[in-house]
Nanobody
Framework: QVQLVESGGGSVQAGGSLRLSCVAS????????MGWFRQAPGKEREGVAA??????????STFYADSVKGRFTISQDSKTLYLEMNNLKPEDTGMYYCAADLRRGGRWYVAADFGIWGQGTQVTVSS
């Protein structure tokens, strides 16, 4: 069973930056989605960004929620998924989770469509 471990959260002021990391213990699929979600108190878990890695013959594709486009960047290398967050806003506050194993036909922005989750890392942005 793949395990995901996030790190990099913290407290910053508005306009600041953070870089989240998610290390996967093992991932042997030839093509797959991995994503970042966040959940604020009292709100549903929402998709922030995702990356699809196809075969070695295709480039990766990235996806972003409208609220973070131009400010967040998702990337990956080997077994680590990253989320670079710039120009952070108070509304970006929440627990950030790494997710993997999107079910066939699933949507990258739907939490229920992912099967593997990390424990989360807290991001707090003050105004």
């Amino acid at each position: 069973q793949v395990q995901l471990v996030e790190s990099g959260g913290g407290s910053v002021q508005a306009g600041g930056s953070l870089r989240l990391s998610c290390v996967a213990s093992a991932y042997t699929y030839s093509s797959y989605y991995m994503g970042w979600f966040r959940q604020a108190p009292g709100k549903e878990r929402e998709g922030v960004a995702a990356v699809y890695t196809g075969s070695i013959y295709t480039l990766s594709s990235t996806f972003y929620a409208d609220s973070v486009k131009g400010r967040f960047t998702i990337s990956q290398d080997s077994k680590t998924l990253y989320l670079e967050m710039n120009n952070l806003k108070p509304e970006d506050t929440g627990m950030y989770y790494c997710a993997a194993d999107l079910r066939r036909g699933g949507r990258w922005y739907v939490a229920a469509d992912f099967g593997i989750w990390g424990q989360g890392t807290q991001v707090t942005v003050s105004s």
